[in-house]
């Protein structure tokens, strides 16, 4: 009897492993989602302001002082120019073209001194040092060069002709004389000599000055001034050319200029 139930018993365990074997898989529930990360979403930028450009009405006229000396006989093609200014200009946002901003320039064309050979130096000027470091366009060419003290329009009859004046009258729209009145396409400038692009325009003479009275160089000069033997002329590619046919042509450190923005 024991044998038959012990059969019973065994034959029902294997009876189940089988159950146990055929019954299918349950499904695995899927691993939850990880969430992706985002790409950051960049906020909308409003789009940056350009920086100011500065610039010169064409006409403007700019009073230097030239830093260094050039000489036709030492200088080379490609030497610095450099040249600093004597008087505020109004600018955007101002105080940016103060008194003492560099405007450089550098020399294309030099011949020394030799024989019958004149010498030449032609210098361009083509940039600004602005008060902030930055730097403009500035296509230049020189009006007139030389020391304030040699400058007397009361008496240069040859100055006084090339400013199409009379000495001491008004001249017509070629120059002026000592009190006249001068036209430089959009810029006026006043009796004196006065630069409109300027904050306190031109210096009229003073009592106890050297030379004409003058403080500085008047904008209305032209010409290489009290420099004897030299010409000032201006080239076809927005230069300058002194020249002497006798000598080297000289500009000695601290000889202003007057500069006419192209």
């Known amino acids: 009897m024991m044998k038959i139930v012990l059969g019973y018993l065994v034959v029902g365990a294997c009876l189940t492993g089988i159950s146990m074997a055929q019954t299918p898989a349950q499904p695995q529930s899927p691993p939850p989602m990880q969430a992706q990360p985002q790409a950051p979403t960049s906020a909308p930028t409003s789009a940056t302001a350009p920086p100011i450009a500065m610039q010169f009405t064409p006409g403007t006229l700019i009073r230097v002082a030239l830093e260094k000396p050039v000489d036709s006989k030492k200088a080379q093609v490609g030497e610095p120019v450099i040249a600093k200014t004597t008087d505020d200009l109004k600018s955007v946002p101002p105080g940016l073209a103060t008194k003492g901003c560099k405007i450089i320039g550098h020399i294309v064309e030099v011949t020394p001194h030799q024989g019958d050979t004149p010498s030449t130096i032609r210098i361009v000027f083509d940039k600004m040092i602005l008060k902030n470091n930055s730097e403009m366009a500035l296509p230049a060419t020189i009006k007139a060069v030389g020391f304030v003290d040699q400058f007397n ?106 500069l006419k923005t192209n």
């Open 153 to 258: 329009p009361a008496t240069d009859i040859e100055a006084v002709n090339r400013m199409g004046g009379t000495a001491g009258g008004s001249g017509t729209a070629g120059g002026t004389g000592l009190a006249g009145s001068q036209s430089q396409g959009a810029n006026t400038i006043g009796a004196g000599g006065g630069n409109p692009n300027m904050y306190g325009g031109g210096r009229m003479p003073t009592a106890g000055s050297s030379g004409s009275g003058y403080t500085n160089l008047p904008f209305n000069a032209q010409g290489a001034i009290g420099m004897a033997g030299v010409t000032l002329s201006a080239g076809t590619a927005q230069d300058s050319i002194l020249t002497a046919k006798k000598k080297n042509v000289k500009l000695e450190g601290g000889m202003q200029m007057i």
